[in-house]
């Protein structure tokens, strides 16, 4: 059974940074591994959960505008970890964090590709 395990959140004051990191435990062969896109959602209250960022399998990587140039993504395939660098934190970047994996993506922000699913982690930012 894949499990995705996300940590890294936290509270941080408008323009700080925070990484947030999922890692892809439970039965996993490497190369599978290797074959999974990965993306993180984020969901604040009362919104839907909307992608932020996302790579494919084969690398090729995809950004919401909104995070664009703020949040960078990095796979450890050695680690079977997936972490997001966040940068110029705004307030509105507050929200639930969820990490998502799936074999099989061609939209890669869209939630509806996605069929495992962390937990989420919690970022704050204040103004």
């Known amino acids: 059974q894949v499990r995705l395990v996300e940590s890294g959140g936290g509270s941080v004051q408008a323009g700080g940074s925070l990484n947030l990191s999922c890692e892809i435990t439970g039965y996993i062969d490497n190369r599978y591994w290797r074959s999974y896109s990965m993306a993180w959602f984020r969901q604040a209250p009362e919104k839907e959960r909307e992608g932020v960022a996302a790579?494919?399998?084969?690398?090729?990587?995809s950004y919401s505008d909104s995070v664009k140039g703020r949040f960078t993504l990095f796979k450890d395939n050695a680690k079977n970890t997936l972490l997001m660098q966040m940068i110029s934190l705004k307030p509105d970047d507050s929200a639930m964090y969820y990490c998502?994996?799936?074999?099989?993506?061609?939209?890669?922000?869209?939630?509806?590709?996605?069929?495992?699913w962390g937990q989420g982690t919690q970022v704050t930012v204040s103004s």
């Open positions: 790579i494919h399998s084969d690398g090729r990587t």
């Open positions: 998502a994996a799936d074999p099989q993506t061609t939209d890669l922000l869209s939630l509806y590709e996605y069929n495992h």
